[in-house]
């Protein structure tokens, strides 16, 4: 089964960074879609970043675009986080994501690591 799993995460206080990186089992996920979506009590899902293999396109939540680059390593079937600038808000479980369609949408990716917590203190 492929398998996806994050490391990286911590406490960190607000201002500073954290990079986060999701491992894959196979070879088959490194080029499809991969995204980092976070989740905290009561509430949906949150997508927050993600990137293709061919070209390489990005795209980010607004809450976190130009503090967050998410990245790639297909030789190492690795996708990073670097998470800049960190606040409050940004508590939460972060979940790495592979899919072969869609960016946004939870529901458009197949495979899904088992999160990591990132707690950012005031």
């Known amino acids: 089964q492929v398998q996806l799993v994050e490391s990286g995460g911590g406490l960190v206080q607000a201002g500073g960074s954290l990079r986060l990186s999701c491992a894959a089992s196979?070879?088959?996920?490194?080029?499809?879609?991969r995204a980092w979506f976070r989740q905290t009590p009561g509430k949906e899902r949150e997508f927050v970043a993600a990137?293709?293999?061919?070209?390489?396109?990005?795209t980010y939540a607004e809450s976190v675009r130009g503090r967050f680059t998410i990245s790639r390593d297909n030789a190492k079937n690795t996708v990073y986080l670097q998470m800049n600038s960190l606040k409050p808000g940004d508590t939460a479980v972060y979940y790495c994501?592979?899919?072969?369609?869609?960016?946004?949408?939870?529901?458009?990716?197949?495979?899904w690591g088992q999160g990591t917590q990132v707690t950012v203190s005031s």
């Open positions: 994501a592979a899919g072969n369609v869609g960016l946004r949408a939870a529901q458009s990716y197949n495979y």
């Open positions: 196979g070879r088959t996920v490194s080029n499809s879609v």
């Open positions: 990137i293709n293999g061919n070209p390489g396109y990005t």
